[in-house]
C-alpha cells in the first residue's frame, strides 16, 4: 500500500505478529462494535499469556475475557467472560448492576499456580479465583483492597492504609512475593508469602511512600530512587524486582529485591534516579521512554511497553548502563515514536500499547489505542 512504513525485520530481531485477537481493520481505524461480542475488544489494558490460556482485561467493555488454550486464528472468539452476565453486555458493575456483579476498568491480569487475580481498578481492589473460570459470570472468591465485594470506594472509603488501594493498575507473583502497583497511591504493595487469603492481612512491604499512611506523588519530594509517580506494572526473577513508573518515564529495578522499603539499585530510561525527562517532540532514543505503563521479564528477556511512543522495546538479558534495546517493535527505527507509524493500521503497527507479557518466545501485546491484542512470536 502507497506511504506504508514498514518494519525494518532486523530491528525486530525476528520477532512477528502471528495472532491479531480483536477488531479486524487492517489499513485502517480498529474501532470497536456498537455493542460487545467474544471476538472484539474494547480498549484493552492488560494481558496474560502461558501455555495454557490468554487472559485479556478488555477494559472499555469493563469484563476479563478468557481464551482456554493460545488462539491460533484471528478474531478467535473467547471461551469465557467475566465481569459481565454475557458475551454482549457493557458497561461499569456489569451494566449497572454493582460491583459485587462486575468489574469497572480492569487493567491486571494474572494466573499464578491456577488461579486467576484481577486489578479491578476503579473498584479500587484485586479480585482472585481459586481456579481459572470455564463458565461465563462466576463470582470471584477472595476479595483484596475492599471489606466485601459490595464496595468499591478508594481507600475503602477512609485513609491510606497498608491493606487499602487506590486504583491499582498492574499486580504481579516474583520470587514468591505478591505484588501490586497501587498506581492512585503512587506505592506498590507486596505480600511475602504470596496471594494473601484474607482482605483483611496488611501488606508486608510498601514500597514507595515513608509508612502506609502517605500517598504523595514522588514522596513530596521530587524524583529519586525511592519514589513513584505512576507505578503501573511489577515484574521480576529471583533476586530481582523491576517496576514501571510510568509516569516518570523510567524504569526502577532493585537488586536484590528490598524486604522493606529503601531506594531501588538501577533505573532504566533515565540517566539518573533524579531525573524523568520526556522528549515528544525530539527523535527518540533506544534507551528511553515516555510513559512505560509494562514491563515484563521471562528467562532473562526484558520487553517494556514504551506506550506513548507506539513502540515495544526487547533486550536479551537485563540492561544496564545505558545499554541500548537489542530491538524495537512498532516503529521503522529507534528514533520513530508515532501513532500506527503515522500510517494505516497493520499487525506490525502500534498505537498505545498499555499492558505485555512476555512467555518464552511468544509476547502478548495490548494494544490499546487499537482496541486489540497480538501474539507476537520470535522465530
Do not use: K
Not at 511512600?209 to 502517605?214: G, I, L, S, V, Y
Not at 522528549?279 to 521479564?297: C, E, I, K, N, T
Amino acid at each position: 500500500m502507497s506511504g506504508v512504513r514498514v518494519q525494518d525485520v532486523s530491528l525486530a530481531a525476528g520477532w512477528t505478529p502471528q495472532t491479531w485477537i480483536g477488531a479486524p481493520a487492517p489499513g485502517g481505524l480498529a474501532l470497536p462494535p456498537a455493542n460487545p461480542t467474544m471476538a472484539w475488544l474494547y480498549s484493552p489494558r492488560g494481558v496474560f499469556l502461558d501455555d495454557r490460556h490468554l487472559v485479556v482485561a478488555d477494559s472499555g467493555n469493563h469484563r476479563v475475557l478468557i481464551w482456554h488454550g493460545v488462539p491460533d486464528q484471528d478474531e478467535q472468539p473467547a471461551d469465557v467472560v467475566i465481569g459481565q452476565p454475557d458475551g454482549v453486555t457493557e458497561g461499569p458493575g456489569a451494566g449497572g448492576r454493582g460491583p459485587e456483579h462486575g468489574l469497572h476498568l480492569p487493567t491486571g491480569v494474572l494466573v499464578h499456580e491456577g488461579r486467576l487475580v484481577v486489578a479491578d481498578a476503579w473498584h479500587h481492589r484485586v479480585l482472585v479465583w481459586d481456579e481459572v473460570p470455564r463458565r461465563t459470570g462466576r463470582r470471584p472468591d477472595l476479595v483484596l483492597g475492599q471489606r466485601d465485594l459490595s464496595s468499591a470506594e478508594p481507600n475503602r472509603g477512609g485513609e491510606c492504609s497498608a491493606n487499602s488501594m487506590y486504583w491499582p493498575f498492574g499486580i504481579g507473583v516474583v520470587d514468591g512475593w505478591f505484588y501490586v502497583a497501587d498506581t492512585g497511591n503512587r506505592r506498590v504493595l507486596a505480600w511475602a508469602d504470596g496471594i494473601p487469603g484474607s482482605a483483611d492481612r496488611p501488606a508486608d512491604l510498601v514500597l514507595g511512600q515513608a509508612d502506609p499512611r502517605h500517598r504523595e506523588e514522588n514522596r513530596g519530594e521530587g524524583v529519586g530512587p525511592a519514589s513513584f509517580r505512576w507505578p503501573h506494572a511489577v515484574t521480576g526473577a529471583a533476586g530481582l524486582l523491576l517496576v514501571a513508573d510510568a509516569g516518570n518515564h523510567r524504569v526502577l529495578g532493585w537488586r536484590p529485591r528490598p524486604e522493606a522499603d529503601r531506594g531501588a539499585d538501577l533505573v532504566l530510561g533515565q540517566p539518573d534516579f533524579h531525573s524523568a525527562t520526556e522528549f515528544p517532540y525530539a527523535p527518540q532514543r533506544a534507551d528511553g521512554f515516555r510513559f512505560p505503563y509494562a514491563v515484563s521479564l521471562d528467562d532473562g528477556r526484558l520487553a517494556v511497553a514504551d506506550t506513548a511512543n507506539n513502540r515495544i522495546l526487547l533486550w536479551d538479558g537485563l540492561p544496564g548502563g545505558g545499554r541500548p534495546a537489542d530491538a524495537v517493535l512498532g516503529q521503522t527505527s529507534f528514533e520513530a515514536g508515532g501513532e500506527n507509524r503515522w500510517s494505516g493500521v497493520e499487525r506490525d503497527t502500534l498505537c498505545w500499547p498499555y499492558g505485555l507479557w512476555l512467555h518464552g518466545d511468544r509476547l502478548a501485546v495490548a494494544d490499546s489505542g487499537n482496541n486489540r491484542v497480538v501474539i507476537w512470536r520470535r522465530t
